[in-house]
């Protein structure tokens, strides 16, 4: 007679079935989270393009208590590497959203805190600089910016970090006349001189390196901007502009065009002069 076993249950866990659960609970976890987040997207879509477009982005901006054109919405569409300004895809909602964590419009509201601490490092600045102006490329095979929306976009974008370089720049890109429109080497060059140069003695630009063209006249038009200032003789002005136009007639570069803008800035800031007096 075969005796039978008298080893009794001990109760004891298959190892092997512990494990499949424990990968198994993030999983399903990380899938509510998506599912959430595909939730929310759809509540801001519109449906017939699977797509959050401009209307809905205004809802969105709504419902998280701030501006449209408040740039950490721009920084918002630079974590979902949005492609098309004012257009987010699930996709690009997805990216965004997983990497911060947020499948409700009140865990988004308090990530933008946090996003606007990532973007200032700065391994991630140069980044987003270069973004922006991508972003804002709205046309195909569009490679330049019309100076009016560079003008909002360096207030948007470098205004709190360089307010003093901002300033000044928009205030020459609007009264010169040279340039129409801003490219992406222009763009990169503003913010590595505001990040470089000593602002506003400009002691350390040196003309003959690698700058845009736009930023030497910016600097012949700050040092000239600088003579009146400092109460410099009318003589002095007259001397500082031939030197350079000189320059500039040497390298052949519109001469006219120069000496109009610089005739167009030099009143404005008389202008702004007498009225402070």
Request: net charge neutral.
């Amino acid at each position: 007679m075969i005796r039978r076993s008298s080893t009794k249950k001990t109760g004891t866990t298959n190892p092997s079935a512990s494990a499949d659960l424990s990968r198994t609970a993030p999983g399903k976890a990380v899938t509510k989270e998506l599912e959430r987040i595909g939730q929310l997207f759809n509540s801001y879509a519109n449906r017939a393009t699977n797509m959050i477009e401009p209307e809905g982005i205004e809802a969105l901006c709504s419902d998280l208590g701030v501006d449209h054109t408040d740039v950490r919405i721009l920084m918002l569409a630079w974590k979902m590497k949005s492609e098309k300004q004012g257009y987010f895809t699930l996709d690009e909602w997805r990216v965004g959203l997983k990497s911060l964590h947020a499948d409700t419009i009140a865990k988004l509201k308090k990530a933008l805190a946090g996003l606007v601490n990532e973007v200032r490092k700065p391994s991630n600045f140069l980044d987003f600089y270069s973004y922006a102006f991508r972003y804002c490329l709205t046309e195909e095979k569009q490679k330049s910016i019309d100076t009016e929306s560079i003008c909002e976009l360096l207030d948007l974008v470098l205004g709190s970090q360089f307010s003093p370089q901002v300033s000044s720049l928009v205030e020459y890109l609007k009264c010169q006349n040279d340039y129409k429109v801003i490219n992406m080497d222009q763009w990169m060059g503003f913010f590595r001189f505001c990040n470089e140069i000593s602002f506003p003695d400009l002691k350390n630009y040196d003309p003959d390196l690698a700058w845009p063209l736009i930023l030497d006249n910016f600097v012949d038009w700050m040092k000239v901007r600088k003579s009146w200032a400092s109460g410099t003789s009318f003589l002095h002005f007259i001397q500082g502009t031939v030197s350079v136009t000189t320059v500039l007639i040497q390298q052949n570069l519109h001469f006219s065009y120069f000496v109009f803008d610089l005739y167009a800035c030099s009143l404005r800031f008389l202008g702004t002069v007498f009225t402070g007096i």
